[in-house]
């Protein structure tokens, strides 16, 4: 497994879509995953350490996991089938260690929030790298980290549909 980390948050220009774009500290690897619009603002909150006054989703399974008496102990993106990423929640409850499946971006939002490791399965980093179109370039200043702060400074909680 290697370990990675986040290095940002950008746009596709093509689709609109955000991309989360993970690291490994010795750059010999770049992961970037699409990802929805919604996982988007929750990472960008874990890396902002961004408090709400009521549980966001990902804030409740943190809260859920404690209350029953477990712990996160790291996230790990293990697989790449047809575009689509697979990952766990790796959880100790008592004296064993269960595995959860997840999706990436909620699995990184969870990361984010209570500072766990984020590994990623070496084999799958180098399949997806041979899966990428082209070359791949990850870039997320200038316009696309414009864009994601404007999004960002613009939402309120006062503006949202439901109370939080």
């Given at each position: ?48 350490n961004v408090k709400v006054p009521r549980p966001m989703t990902h804030d409740l399974i943190l809260d ?101």
């Amino acid at each position: 497994m290697v370990e990675m980390t986040v290095f940002g948050l950008a746009l596709d220009e093509e689709s609109q879509m955000p991309i989360l774009i993970l690291k490994d500290k010795n750059d010999a690897y770049v992961l970037p995953i699409w990802i929805g619009a919604m996982e988007a603002m929750a990472i960008s909150m874990g890396i902002n350490n961004v408090k709400v006054p009521r549980p966001m989703t990902h804030d409740l399974i943190l809260d859920v996991i404690r209350q029953m008496g477990g712990e996160l102990l790291r996230i790990e993106i293990l697989s790449i089938d047809k575009g689509t990423y697979y990952a766990s929640l790796v959880v100790k409850m008592a004296d064993k260690t269960i595995h959860i499946d997840s999706r990436p971006s909620d699995s990184i939002a969870l990361a984010l929030r209570c500072g766990v490791p984020i590994l990623a399965d070496e084999i799958m980093l180098k399949k997806a790298i041979s899966q990428q179109k082209g070359e791949y370039q990850a870039v997320i200043e200038g316009e696309d980290a414009k864009k994601w702060t404007e999004m960002l400074s613009k939402y309120k909680l006062d503006d949202s549909k439901y109370t939080m």
